[in-house]
């Protein structure tokens, strides 16, 4: 039987499926398992051998992700922020409606996740965990009939299958299998609050900053305790660290404040349509309705009561023009606009303005 290196990565990959997440040691040793089986099957001197070194290891993670890419999915790692193992995932690279249909959950509970992730990553303070009474207040958001029970229900799902972390503490976080699969979507939605290493460059949502106040410095803990022995400074601002990363503010639940319930935050609109709302605003307070004067009758105006009503008709018929010259330019509209007025004035009855009429 022809033994081929294909042989191997097909077996490896299921084996990876059936596992879900997995450290590199695990991996390495599935892969180690994988060329055992196949050289067994072929019944002869071993075609392919095993390399425990890195770089071969390196090369046959490659080829695995040559064999995925035409179907968007790849072979990551990511370092554990608590333990800082290496661990391994087959996530996918595509987010759409053809990918979303592909998972275990319906799109209302996709929502639902996105929802809680986002309150995760606007926590403040930096502490990227979200209280789990915060979490199903996010049910109100998504203005759809899921319940608070479902709710409950998916939080249970997405813990148990490793797409969220619970605390002793009642807190949600991101797991690895998250910060895995789901980097590049945060990366790019929340690009202000998505935070890097400064050693490994890494998404962070646990380890510590710089006591410096606007230090820049992120770092995991695993990241600390590799660079603290060779030194003792801050690599950004130069400050001396203490010993133990305890010293330093911490990243993650650990800043959450005790006792105190989680705000919703949301994502901040861009400039440009912040200067589109205030341009807005602007538009509609200049032309705000005139208030109309009061004991409007022809037999009960003097002098003053008539350059009253003149004034009046005066920005009224401006408030007017402005509108026409904000008419949307393109197709004829569905209905003519028919401007009427000024109607002789009586009390309580001054009428000018734009009325559409329906062809």
């Known amino acids: 039987m022809a033994v081929h290196s294909n042989n191997v990565q097909h077996l490896f990959l299921q084996a990876v499926f059936s596992r879900g997440i997995l450290s590199f040691k695990h991996a390495q040793l599935l892969w180690k398992k994988c060329i055992d089986v196949v050289n067994k099957v072929a019944n002869r001197v071993p075609a392919i051998a095993f390399n425990e070194g890195r770089q071969a290891w390196d090369k046959f993670v490659t080829e695995i992700n040559t064999s995925l890419n035409p179907l968007d999915l790849e072979f990551r790692h990511l370092m554990d922020e608590q333990t800082g193992i290496?661990?391994?995932?087959?996530?996918?690279?595509?987010?759409?409606e053809i990918a979303q249909m592909a998972t275990d959950y319906t799109p209302l509970e996709i929502a639902y996740f996105k929802a809680v992730v986002e309150q995760i990553m606007l926590a403040s303070h930096e502490a990227y965990s979200v209280s789990s009474l915060a979490a199903l207040r996010e049910v109100s958001s998504l203005k759809s009939s899921m319940t608070k029970s479902q709710a409950e229900a998916v939080l249970a799902s997405l813990v148990a299958k490793g797409w969220l972390l619970k605390s002793k503490r009642a807190r949600y976080s991101l797991s690895t299998r998250a910060l895995l699969e789901?980097?590049?979507?945060?990366?790019?939605?929340?690009?202000?609050?998505?935070?890097e290493c400064t050693i490994c460059m890494e998404i962070i949502t646990r380890g510590a900053s710089c006591n410096t106040p606007n230090c820049k410095t992120r770092i995991h803990y695993h990241c600390f305790k590799?660079?603290?022995?060779?030194?003792?400074?801050?690599?950004?601002?130069?400050?001396?660290?203490?010993?133990?990363?305890?010293?330093l503010k911490p990243v993650g639940e650990a800043a959450a404040k005790g006792g105190q319930e989680d705000g919703r935050r949301t994502r901040n609109k861009s400039t440009t349509a912040s200067d589109e709302d205030e341009d807005e605003m602007r538009m509609d307070e200049d032309?705000?309705?005139?208030?109309?004067?009061?004991?409007?009758?022809?037999?009960?105006?003097?002098?003053?009561?008539?350059?009253?009503?003149s004034r009046w008709k005066t920005k009224t018929r401006k408030r007017t023009r402005n509108r026409m010259t904000r008419l949307p330019a393109g197709p004829k509209p569905t209905c003519s606009v028919v401007l009427l007025g000024p109607v002789e004035p009586t009390f309580n009855n001054v009428f000018y303005g734009l009325f559409p009429i329906n062809k």
């Open 226 to 247: 590799k660079l603290r022995p060779r030194r003792g400074q801050c690599p950004t601002c130069g400050v001396d660290w203490p010993q133990d990363i305890m010293g």
């Open 287 to 309: 032309e705000a309705e005139p208030s109309q004067p009061s004991n409007l009758s022809p037999s009960n105006l003097n002098d003053a009561g008539r350059k009253r009503l």
């Open 86 to 96: 290496e661990m391994y995932a087959v996530v996918n690279t595509k987010d759409d």
């Open 182 to 195: 789901l980097s590049p979507y945060l990366k790019s939605n929340y690009p202000e609050d998505c935070l």
